[in-house]
């Protein structure tokens, strides 16, 4: 029996749910306030912001599932019939921490399916540390690999480039972050069946949490300068260029006419430009350039 | 006989100079910094930033002409040859103040040519004020519209509306600012030879300093309180949401490899973002607002 796309949202809410709760916890001080809005067109979704926190400054967990006519650059996309009816849900996440020793994350898990049987899954989880810690680099992608494993052993390596690729901000010849995992469009196939796609789906969104409150619990007290705060902005200046330029799933959101103020919480509270910046030699900042590209390999 | 590109852009070098000198007398404190560069497959630039100024925070005034073989897009875009040649000559301005009563503004006035016979000159100036001000958008419509109508009483009308629509955050469904004029593709006509468009473009180059400084003088004395930077810095916001998501001028720069950092001066030293912020019933901010929108008529 194939799974249901209400199964699929369903599971996704309790995964919102459940990962709000976490970071409230772990947090200590910030509570997530909710929004829930409807998409006139058809679907809707509950957008979770917690802002001021101990540790998270400003964060959005959320949750959506939008339905109806497919627009007009997903049938030219997908060279769908031009009545087609897409189906979207899945959760979206981006931390962006108070404290510049501890790192932004971004996770995505979503579902799609058009008439036509087009039916697939996706996600993603990266890390964006301002200043690069090789333990805690390591730990994360460690992290992701375990899960990747369970399912498929050439799942870490194909999504870890997928990653690397995607998170890549091209007229600033350096990646986003320390990347993580990427996928799409993972359909049934030939060894895989839908339902299995959907565990490792699930795998992934129960990962979240784990890595994310270790992440925060290490770096929550390092202590930081006035320069560290500025670099801080400089990098968050960096994730606001990926997401309006570069970003799929914001392009898409806009383009279909998502709820403009769930999409662009993943924007900073605050956010920097300097003309021409140049870090130091051999400072943090200069260490941390040099790992913000393709192909580091972070677990031996 | 057919004016030249090398007298295009070296008029186009000469209005960068006055400009700087313009804005600089006019700062009492800010100084220009110039940063050549050079493209490698063809052309380069002077890049001038001015920063921490009486008045600007932030300005970039700055001349480009590239040349070489056309990039694809291009090529798609205008059904060209796929070994066409072409070649981008102009000045591009954005100022930053400091004090929320000043507005930002900015300008481009540019030549474009490519082999197969295309030429035509484009450009615009449209301000964005943080706060509206009624008689500072009469003024500034009003000298627009001047110059203009030295050349044809159809470009002030035509032009305008061009800007309204251009200047456009479609997520927001709120214009970048007031507005100004925009226009693209002039090329030589039944009516106008490119000579007459290449005066009419050298009228607008030359409006920019007398309006600007007349606008900086009226506000930089005038007091903000915290509540009203906060403002402001969420509507350079929307200023780079702008910029990254829908200008063209920024989009033709980063795929056609110009200098990240030259393109990029737009953007402003500090922005914010606050999730689903609302303005308080009558206040300033919501006049603002209500004034963000295509159609006004700046000009009785």
Known sequence: MPIGK???SEWFKGLQDRICSGLEEADGKGVFKEDQWDRVQGGGGRTRIIQNGNVIEKGGVNFSAVFGKAPEFLINQLKADENAQFFATGV???IHPSNPHVPIIHMNVRYFEMSGG????GGGIDLTPHYVKQKDGEF???QLKVACDKHDLEYYPEFKKWADNYFFIKHRQETRGIGG???DQLKS???YSLEDRWKFVQEIGDSFLPIYTELMKRNRSSVFTDNEKQWQLLRRGRYVEFNLVYDRGTKFGLETDGRTESILMSLPNLAAWEYNFKVELDSPEQQTLGQ????IDWVK
Do not use: P, R
């Open 189 to 191: 196939s030939e060894k």
């Open 181 to 183: 995992i990427f996928f």
């Open 140 to 142: 994360f992608h460690q």
């Open 6 to 8: 209400e199964v699929i």
């Open 118 to 121: 087009i039916a697939w899954f």
């Open 292 to 295: 913000l590209k393709k192909g």
């Open 92 to 94: 979206s996440i981006v």
